[in-house]
């Protein structure tokens, strides 16, 4: 145990179509089970649910954010594979939020 009254998980708007776990009944499901199992007070939260990613993008860009280092990709490799659901779903923000993508890709 590390002590944490709050537990933040990046979530987004975008991802709560297409991912139950990513959906506001997930994280509040899962803050009553912690609670319950733990017997702690513990908050969990998704600050970026109501956020779709290319607002995000844009946010990171403001902010200074290294979005080269970020990783979006189911796959492991030392580079985004560029063809699974999720460097789909990166590749649409970036063009969305209207800023360069510099993520390198597989294909």
């Not at 796959?75 to 360069?100: L, M, P």
């Amino acid at each position: 145990s590390v002590g944490a009254s709050h537990i933040f998980y990046g979530a987004h708007g975008s991802d709560e179509p297409n991912y139950p776990d990513c959906r506001k009944e997930f994280y509040e499901a899962f803050e009553k089970a912690a609670r319950l199992g733990t017997e702690t007070d513990i908050a969990i939260q998704a600050p970026f649910n109501g956020c779709r990613k290319s607002e995000l993008l844009k946010e990171a860009i403001e902010l200074g954010v290294p979005l080269e280092l970020t990783w979006s990709c189911y796959r492991d490799g030392e580079k985004h594979c560029g063809r699974c659901e999720s460097c789909t779903n990166r590749k649409r923000a970036f063009a969305e939020a209207g800023i360069t993508d510099p993520t390198e890709y597989e294909t």
